[in-house]
């Protein structure tokens, strides 16, 4: 099935399909832990990051919805100054104090990593809806992305926070380039980079 930006109107059933494939994330279900339990807040955080890429049509959605895929462009900013500050005030509610102060540093990790690679198209998020797990839309929908980028000869990069991920990243074209160790449980996060491929390979 083809793929497509997503539309405005799809913005919180994209951020739903990635509160769902993260929740069990062996990153982000540590970082976002809340307090006493809740994950009441991951929608909304994803939300946010939604919104910020759709500010450049970079949200893509498999048609049918099985699967989401959120990028930014090189020079791109996951946040604008508004969207910033409607997370510090989510996490600051949803987090205790010691786990924001890890969030942040979590996310000061993740930029000095990108911030050493070449221009690129970053791959920030890739989420297969649950009723379509395994029957390849989110690979099919990865390689749609990948055709546009390599039509534009724009490489792409990701940070891979699930090493059950990595194989099916490897297949696409990328590869590891290194990476880093999160915050608060030391679990690896795979920096993987993919120079384009010229049409026709």
């Known amino acids: 099935m083809p793929s497509r930006p997503a539309r405005p109107n ?3 059933y994209v951020a739903q399909t990635i509160a769902m494939a993260f929740a069990s994330d062996p990153i982000w279900e540590v970082a976002l832990r809340g307090t006493g339990g809740s994950t009441e807040h991951h929608e909304p955080y994803w939300r946010l990051f939604v919104e910020g890429a759709m500010r450049y049509r970079t949200v893509r959605i498999s048609e049918g919805g099985g699967a989401v895929s959120v990028w930014l462009p090189p020079d791109g900013t996951e946040l604008s100054d508004a969207q910033a500050a409607d997370l510090e005030r989510l996490v600051s509610r949803a987090l205790a104090p010691a786990a924001v102060d890890a969030l ?3 996310f000061r990790r993740f930029e000095a990593n990108r911030a ?3 221009k690129h198209q970053y791959l920030s998020l890739l ?3 649950p009723e379509h797990r ?3 839309v989110g690979q099919r929908l990865l390689a749609d992305d990948l055709n546009a980028w390599d039509a534009e000869g ?3 990069y990701l940070e891979s926070t699930n090493p ?3 194989h099916r990243y490897e297949r696409a074209g990328f590869q590891s380039i290194g990476g ?3 915050v608060l449980d030391d679990a690896w996060i795979n920096g993987m980079w993919r120079p384009p491929t010229p049409r026709g390979r």
């Open 10 to 12: 799809e913005t919180a």
């Open 104 to 106: 942040h540093a979590l």
């Open 116 to 118: 050493k690679q070449p």
């Open 127 to 129: 989420a297969t809806h």
């Open 134 to 136: 395994g029957s390849g």
């Open 154 to 156: 724009v490489p792409a």
């Open 164 to 166: 059950g991920n990595d």
């Open 180 to 182: 880093f160790r999160a």
